[in-house]
């Protein structure tokens, strides 16, 4: 993909250039999976794609494309019929699935998201799909970036990473977007010179949603000269904080993380990145402790005086050789699983029960019998030993058909192309492998 998917564009790029650029960057041969609503930026990539596999045939690429019917509204099936006919006269398979069951009372964009995701990659497993294409553009990075400068109390142009142009949904499959440089307004001329009408969702227009509201507020200024979203330079801190890891801390029965203190005159955007990601997959979160609280926490570790603070549901106990890390064996829920069903436990490990019975996973408490290094200090191993999972059956033995692994909470669900060098290195200190491979050549 462009460098300016990632970087940010002086000038938008066109769907045609686009498209192209991003077939000939893929991995060969390729199954390529097109997210399509009907509205105008899906319906411009799949067109742009089509158009230029017909121009310039790719033998080795297949198109197909599928619309999620989230079923939040009238008249959604009847659109999912006209992108059904719009991909049949373009000889495109075209497959729909529908967001069942009952929907959320709250958080309803958040959740309709997880099950599109999850439904596309479905998908794009029985079909062998290689990769998911999606068509968000140009406005939807300023957007974003507006909505998040402004979580940070800065004003519209405060820099961030804003949308990566690859993420690696599920550990399963990657979704990219071919589209990030191009404008919507270039996409809808594009279709207008092709004949090609879209689709217009009215949630667009629903000033209930923040994204709604932020469009309204970026539509009524004048866009920026130059756009820039910190992809790359988020991807070089990614693989400084890979080797940050590699030298300084280590992990112990995926329960116990151990720093050495000489990690802590390193570069402090270094240190906090890692803290913050390191916190994360030991408190079970997507995401690190906030940035008030990870400055009080580098204050600590910096100061150099043994103690220990929580932050994330996480331990840091400094001591004076190392900074010792560990959840913090409050606050953690039981579960039951039953037969034949897989969950995340407290949003560290994953269990599957693959028995005849219902089994319980509570955190182990005193009961606790991880084998830790001998040599690390008694109070840490035993915190750390307190908040391992204990697996109890309703039958006597049936315990023993569970397994359990590691989950990573940052980058189990959503890994960013941005965050892959590093979430690859903590993959494998936690004794997993490491995450799929972009099917893209750029990386």
């Keep these: 993909m462009p460098t300016q ?23 060969k041969p390729a199954h390529i999976l097109v997210a399509i609503s009907g509205g105008s930026d899906s319906t411009g990539l799949l067109i742009a794609l ?5 121009s310039s045939p790719h033998s080795a690429i297949t198109l197909a ?29 075209h497959f729909v699935r529908r967001w069942e069951g009952e929907k959320p009372k709250s958080g309803i964009m ?25 068509a968000h553009t140009l406005d939807d990075q300023r957007e974003t970036m507006a909505m998040r400068a402004a979580r940070r109390g800065e004003g519209g142009d405060g820099m961030g990473t804003g949308i990566a142009d690859a993420v690696l949904f599920d550990r399963r499959i990657w979704i990219a977007r071919p589209f990030l440089a191009c404008r919507r307004m270039d996409i809808r001329a594009y279709l207008e010179r092709h004949g090609v009408s879209w689709l217009d969702d009215p949630s667009n227009e629903d000033s209930r949603f923040e994204r709604v509201r932020t ?9 920026p000269a130059l756009f820039v979203d910190g992809g790359a330079n988020r991807a070089a801190l990614s693989a400084k904080a890979a080797s940050w890891l590699d030298d300084y801390a280590a992990i112990h029965a995926n329960a116990l993380c151990v720093i050495d203190r000489a990690a802590f005159s390193s570069d402090e955007t270094v240190v906090v990145y890692s803290l913050s990601y390191l916190a994360a997959a030991f408190g079970g979160k997507a995401y690190g402790p906030g940035r008030g609280q990870m400055e009080r926490i580098l204050d600590f570790v910096t100061t150099g005086s043994p103690g220990r603070r929580t932050a ?17 064996s409050r606050n953690i829920e039981p579960l039951t699983l039953m037969p034949g069903a897989r969950a995340i436990w ?15 996973v509570q955190a182990a408490g005193a009961e606790g019998a991880a084998f830790l290094p001998p040599d690390l200090p008694r109070g840490a191993a035993q915190r750390a030993r307190a908040a391992m999972p204990l697996i109890e059956a309703d039958k006597a033995n049936m315990a023993a058909d569970v397994t359990i692994s590691p989950y990573l909470a940052p980058f189990d669900r959503f890994l960013t192309r941005f965050d892959l060098t590093f979430a690859d290195r903590l993959s494998v200190a936690f004794g997993r492998e490491a995450y799929r491979r972009l099917p893209l050549s750029v990386i």
């Design 5 to 27: 998917a990632v970087t940010g564009a002086a000038t938008a790029r066109t769907p045609e250039a686009a498209a192209s650029d991003f077939l000939h960057s893929l991995s």
């Design 65 to 93: 494309a599928a619309t999620i019917d989230h079923g939040l509204r009238a008249g959604s099936t009847d659109e999912a019929l006209e992108v059904a006919a719009l991909c049949a006269l373009h000889g495109i398979p």
């Design 215 to 223: 469009r309204m507020r970026l539509a009524r200024e004048p866009a």
């Design 312 to 328: 994330g549901g996480v331990v840091f106990d400094l001591r004076r050789d190392a900074l010792y890390l560990m959840r913090e």
């Design 50 to 54: 089509a158009e230029q596999l017909k």
């Design 346 to 360: 407290d949003g560290r490990f994953e269990v599957v029960n693959p028995g005849r019975a219902p089994v319980h």
């Design 110 to 134: 958040a959740a309709a998201r997880e099950a599109r995701y999850g439904l596309l990659a479905d998908l794009a497993s029985e079909i062998s799909a290689d990769v998911i294409v999606t």
